[in-house]
T-cell receptor, first 115, second 115 residues
Framework: AQKITQTQPGMFVQEKEAVTLDCTYD???????LFWYKQPSSGEMIFLIY??????QNATEGRYSLNFQKARKSANLVISASQLGDSAMYFC????????????FGSGTKLNVKP | GAVVSQHPSRVICKSGTSVKIECRSL??????MFWYRQFPKQSLMLMAT?????????EQGVEKDKFLINHASLTLSTLTVTSAHPEDSSFYIC???????????FGPGTRLTVL
């Protein structure tokens, strides 16, 4: 089974509106971390936000927030007030167990912000 | 913040030659680093986990004799693509986990083109 599933290959959003990028995960490990990365056309991977499996509150970082629904095993990324510079690929990732364990990446969502 | 550098950023080589890619952690020590490859419009595929002071751990299907990994110090890991062929052309990207969340900080990537 896929560890990380991103079901939206592409998304469009109007500038200044909010957008939600979906991510579901599959693990039986009680300890895990969920991450979102942005990859612009330059190729670099930019860390956006982190959610730990034991965290009680949803993570927020500026315009980014993570809608963590543990029972549903979903970790959707919400970008508020979209900007043209938000156009990029977005990857959801999970790390199981130990802090130095490998990451599992989803297939990504291509976000296009329209002016 | 933590920075991971990669060198070279772009390399073009002839078929049959070997290419070495360096990954450095610039302001932190990394006992573990990860090497990925990414084909156009696809997600990152983990190739191997590089461990300082011990042998690298390769993912299933990755030829260890083809992709040589050496974690020479706490700040340097190298990936050598031996006897490169056109099918090895790809975007290679390294990462290192950084406390406290141990999110992976990524290098800028190396685009390899084998003619």
């Amino acid at each position: 089974a896929q560890k990380i599933t991103q079901t939206q290959p592409g998304m469009f959003v109007q500038e200044k509106e909010a957008v939600t990028l979906d991510c579901t995960y599959d693990t039986s490990d009680p300890s895990y971390g969920l991450f979102w990365y942005k990859q612009p056309s330059s190729g670099e991977m930019i860390f956006l936000i982190y959610q730990g499996s034991y965290d009680q509150q949803n993570a927020t970082e500026g315009r980014y927030s993570l809608n963590f629904q543990k029972a549903r095993k979903s970790a959707n990324l919400v970008i508020s007030a979209s900007q043209l510079g938000d156009s990029a690929m977005y990857f959801c990732a999970m790390r199981e167990g130990g802090n130095f364990n490998k990451f599992y990446f989803g297939s990504g969502t291509k976000l296009n912000v329209k002016p | 913040g933590a920075v991971v550098s990669q060198h070279p950023s772009r390399v073009i080589c002839k078929s049959g030659t070997s290419v070495k890619i360096e990954c450095r952690s610039l302001d932190f020590q990394a006992t573990t680093m990860f090497w990925y490859r990414q084909f156009p419009k696809q997600s990152l595929m983990l190739m191997a986990t590089s461990n300082e002071g011990s042998k690298a751990t390769y993912e299933q299907g990755v030829e260890k004799d083809k992709f040589l990994i050496n974690h020479a110090s706490l700040t340097l890991s190298t990936l050598t693509v031996t006897s490169a062929h056109p099918e090895d052309s790809s975007f290679y990207i390294c990462s290192a986990p950084v406390p406290p969340y141990n999110e992976q900080f990524f290098g800028p990537g190396t685009r390899l083109t084998v003619l």
